[in-house]
């Protein structure tokens, strides 16, 4: 039950996004819960491999590279998802900052014990 209110968490804010940034467009919450669980599993398989090549770069940029690789990985599930579109690559690395500000804020809202 916890997984599945925590991809709602997700989609909500990823369905913010286009209100706040306005090169990043959702179609509808059912695109918005697609992108969601497309964006959880690109974060699972794709994000700790690119992490660890990227390793010596993260450690020369004390950290600062991780926001490129979240960037280009919200830009990739914009291409991946129908009516989900992302408008470029600073929107992308923007959208990342901001979805993952609002999933934490509500997260921590909803799923606090």
Known sequence: MRLLLTWLINAAALFALPYLIQSIKIRS????????????????????????????????????????????????????VPGFHVGGFWPAVGGALVYSLISWALSSLLLSK
């Not at 700790?48 to 960037?71: A, D, H, R």
């Open 29 to 80: 919450f059912g695109v918005a819960l697609v992108a969601a669980l497309v964006l959880g599993l690109i974060n699972t398989l794709i994000r700790p491999l690119l992490v660890i090549l990227t390793l010596p770069v993260t450690l020369l940029t004390l950290g600062l590279f991780i926001l490129v690789i979240n960037g280009l990985l919200f830009w990739l599930a914009g291409r991946l």
